[in-house]
């Protein structure tokens, strides 16, 4: 299915967000058995290789150019790779990912706090509503090292989708993602090596499962936000929580109480409203779209859209922005 049709774009992110799931389900799996850096220091190796048949699409010509975004991406990225093994391995599958889901509402705060987008009670309410969400699903006095990873990802995830508005426009979605991961792996090697676990060959497969997983969802997320505006598929985004249920269920016996389906109610909601809001508002006109999921932003930054953008006066981005809010508003709006 090529993405050309909301439909068939629905249809990819729906399967996209089950391929995640499963990537998560494979670090979880081998969690509580694995040299955790080792395991994160894998997982790069291993995605760069996968990428090297792209080359082609990597501007030889301007090979660092915003090396020191990338770099500051890359290392924010890796934190948030540590942090979403912890989280995994401790949290029960859905609770991980609807603390996962935050990241979004993250975005919208820094972006008022730091961008000066223009502020609206809708999102006010949208990021008090995120942060009750989390509250009421990890509850305080519940608190654990696997909650505090959880929200350090969502924390990650939300930096590296803000900082896509500093990368260079016109840079293709691989040749950022081989910088980000090229500067990412010395800090891993070296953080594996401090280690000094012997070579783990559990956590070889299980970085080399998750890679090809998490690859998957990239390629169905590409294919999805090519043709179609963001703001028209942005239910299927939180597919990824329903997933995270049934599987979490099925494979691991986990059964989320009623504080978990009213926080990601809270967090996810208020996000849901607004894009299918944005949708409407938008038919009949293109918008800057997101390439990239809400979730995975230090697996796949969304830039595909920046050199649209970022030729348009700011004033018109800002329009835009506000109009097309979904599940990364300040990766859509400026570019990921």
Not at 16 to 34: R, T
Not at 150 to 157: E, I, M, P
Not at 300 to 317: I, L
């Amino acid at each position: 299915m090529s993405g050309r049709t909301v439909s068939g774009a629905m249809f990819l992110l729906v399967v996209g967000n089950l391929l995640a799931i499963v990537s998560d389900i494979i670090i979880k799996w081998a969690s509580g058995d694995i040299a955790l850096f080792q395991f994160v220091a894998m997982r790069l190796v291993i995605t760069l290789a996968l990428l090297l048949p792209f080359l082609g699409l990597v501007d030889r010509g301007r090979l660092f150019a915003g090396a020191r975004v990338h770099w500051v991406r890359a290392h924010v990225g890796l934190f948030g790779i540590v942090c979403m093994v912890i989280a995994l391995g401790s949290l029960p599958l859905a609770t991980a990912n609807a603390i996962f889901y935050a990241a979004p509402v993250l975005v919208l705060l820094l972006s008022l706090l730091f961008f000066g987008e223009r502020f609206r009670p809708a999102r006010l309410l949208t990021v008090l509503a995120g942060f009750a969400g989390v509250l009421v699903i990890l509850r305080p006095s519940e608190f654990s090292l696997g909650a505090l990873a959880a929200v350090g990802l969502a924390v990650a995830l939300a930096v590296t989708a803000i900082l896509v508005r500093k990368l260079p426009a016109g840079q293709s979605v691989v040749h950022s993602l081989l910088l980000n991961y090229l500067f990412a792996l010395p800090m891993a090697l070296a953080l594996a090596l401090f280690e000094g676990a012997p070579i783990d060959w559990t956590a070889m497969k299980a970085a080399l499962g998750s890679a090809l997983f998490i690859l998957g969802y990239n390629v169905t997320v590409l294919l999805a936000y090519r043709h179609v505006d963001a703001g028209r598929v942005t239910a299927a985004e939180y597919s990824g929580l329903l997933w995270a249920f049934v599987l979490g269920w099925l494979v691991f016996n986990e059964v989320p109480d009623a504080w978990f389906w009213l926080g990601a109610g809270l967090i996810a909601g208020p996000l849901l409203i607004q894009g299918l809001r944005a949708s409407a508002r938008q038919a009949g006109r293109r918008l800057p779209t997101a390439v990239g999921g809400s979730r995975r932003a230090t697996d796949y930054p969304a830039v595909e859209a920046e050199s649209a953008s970022a030729s348009r006066p700011a004033a018109d981005r800002d329009r835009a922005c506000d109009e097309n809010p979904g599940p990364d508003p300040s990766a859509r709006c400026s570019a990921d």
